[in-house]
């Protein structure tokens, strides 16, 4: 069974076309499928072979050929989409030393309100 569907909207080169022609003479090989998709590597190429594969699954929405075409279609599109977003530098690593600098101004901090509080309880009247 082969499908026949209509061109999509956007304009495709003639060697798209004669891949989609040479995948409908081959609809039930999986590796026919695969060969045709692999010529899509950026986003609107894929979205002219999902424009394809919908277009199937229009005529015939029990397809299971065009679903599977149409899955790994999405499937591409978002590992492409994914992978062109920028990405953020991690934030600077802090040295060690800033690290134990902190850390020993908390301690003296903690051992000077310590010192405070137990002065304070020590005077004579305090508490009593």
Do not use: C, K
């Not at 790994?72 to 934030?91: D, K, Q």
């Amino acid at each position: 069974m082969t499908p026949d569907t209509p061109p999509p909207a956007t304009p495709a080169d003639p060697a798209e076309e004669v891949a989609w022609a040479e995948l409908r003479a081959r609809w039930g090989d999986p590796e026919a499928h695969r060969a045709f998709l692999a010529r899509f590597a950026d986003l609107e190429g894929l979205a002219r072979a999902g424009a394809r594969y919908r277009a199937v699954l229009a005529e015939r929405p029990d397809d299971a050929e065009a679903g599977r075409g149409r899955d790994e279609v999405l499937r591409r599109a978002t590992a492409v989409g994914l992978a062109s977003m920028p990405r953020t530098a991690p934030p600077p690593a802090s040295s060690p030393w800033m690290r134990r600098g902190v850390i020993a101004t908390l301690v003296l901090g903690a051992a000077a309100v310590l010192a405070f509080v137990v002065l304070q309880f020590a005077r004579p009247g305090v508490g009593r």
